[in-house]
């Protein structure tokens, strides 16, 4: 059975479509004839298995391999190359079909091609079930820093099929816990506190999990509606960011791939923790985040196999060692830095977020260095 929300945002609104087993999936999406003649396919390795049989000619299938590295400028130019070669027109639509790289780079060339034509998320991930398909914000990787080339560019609908993580690692699975448990920390302490009562993680096949992933769809959509494009001059979508200016920076400096985005972000929550934590004890106004939430975090990130600091192992390997100048340089790249000056979102309790300025760069060393113990 399928259940339904709705993005709402005027004349671009959008239903997200969720359902448990591929059997429903199907029939939801045939509702929307979205396999048709003048549609480009994105998809990588992992989710070629995906591709439905049988589908009419005039679909262009573009592969690309799995991982970070993807989302880049020749992947974009590859797409509008063959959309072009295939003479997909502006009535035309991209499907993007996979994880947060397929998304992000699928929905970009989406909005660049003819100025601008339809898309699909079809999300094959838990982090992007819970986070990157919703929203319009599509975008690459460059040099500099992770997503600085982008656009918004809302999609059309969002299929989100449960059946489709049980054949996802475990250690993907474990990084889109990261974006869930995030949610709790930014919006939801009952959604915080539900995680961490779990007897045992969420697992693909835990009768909880679309619950989580609609309430967490719910919440981004609430944000969204509220600032699409992230302009509110505090607060506002910008929330979303928890833990990502540190992420960001982990993923730029170790190098694109090493850690998943999700693990990066977790390491993220933890810092965003201490640093909301410090701003508690500076006496600053509405904080009251003590050393039991910092606590909190730790153990929750911890419980779902995600690691706590830059020292943590990844996939059961030693972590590489970062050097702090570089991650600091890396964040004054980030796209949220105003007028030269870094923002982050920090916690006033768990469940309410807010964006700060003005955070002694002192600070922000001391919590890198303290992440490498």
């Not at 999609?155 to 250690?171: G, S």
């Not at 909301?276 to 904080?287: C, E, P, Q, V």
Request: glycine share 10%; net charge negative; aromatic share 8%.
């Amino acid at each position: 059975m399928s259940e339904q929300l709705t993005v709402e945002l005027g004349e671009r609104s959008y239903p997200i479509i969720i359902t448990a087993t591929r059997d429903e999936h199907r029939l939801a999406v045939r509702s929307k004839t979205m396999w048709a003649d003048n549609t480009a396919v994105i998809f990588d390795a992992n989710t070629r298995q995906y591709l439905p049989d049988g589908m009419p000619e005039g679909i262009v299938y573009i592969g690309f391999d799995a991982g970070e590295q993807t989302k880049c400028f020749a992947s974009l130019q590859h797409i509008v190359d063959e959309m072009a070669a295939a003479r997909i027109d502006r009535g035309g639509k991209l499907i993007a079909l996979g994880g947060g790289v397929i998304g992000d780079l699928g929905g970009f060339a989406a909005a660049c091609y003819l100025r601008g034509i339809d898309f699909f998320q079809v999300p094959t991930t838990l982090l992007a079930m819970v986070d990157s398909s919703v929203g319009g914000k599509t975008g690459i990787n460059i040099a500099a820093g992770k997503n600085l080339v982008g656009a918004f560019w809302q999609p059309q609908a969002v299929f989100i099929c449960a059946e489709f993580l049980k054949t996802l690692p475990p250690r993907e699975f474990a990084a889109g816990m990261a974006e869930v448990i995030k949610y709790g920390m930014l919006y939801d302490r009952p959604l915080f506190d539900r995680l961490a009562a779990l007897e045992q993680p969420l697992a693909w096949n835990h009768p909880d999990l679309p619950g989580v992933i609609r309430r967490c769809c719910e919440i981004k959509a609430e944000i969204v509606k509220a600032d699409e494009k992230e302009t509110a001059a505090s607060g506002g979508r910008a929330l979303l960011n928890l833990g990502h200016t540190f992420a960001h920076a982990i993923e730029n400096v170790a190098g694109y791939g090493t850690y998943l985005h999700g693990e990066a972000v977790a390491i993220g929550l933890v810092l965003a923790a201490e640093l909301s934590a410090r701003l508690s004890d500076d006496g600053a106004i509405g904080f009251a985040f003590d050393r039991d939430d910092v606590a909190a975090v730790r153990a929750l990130v911890a419980a779902n196999g995600l690691p706590t600091s830059l020292t943590s192992p990844l996939g059961g390997q030693p972590a590489p060692a970062l050097d702090i100048d570089k991650l600091l340089d890396a964040m004054r790249r980030d796209k949220k830095v105003r007028s030269g000056r870094l923002r982050f979102v920090a916690m006033e309790e768990i469940g309410r977020a807010v964006t700060v300025a003005d955070v002694p760069e002192t600070w922000v060393r001391e919590l890198w260095e303290e992440s490498h113990r």
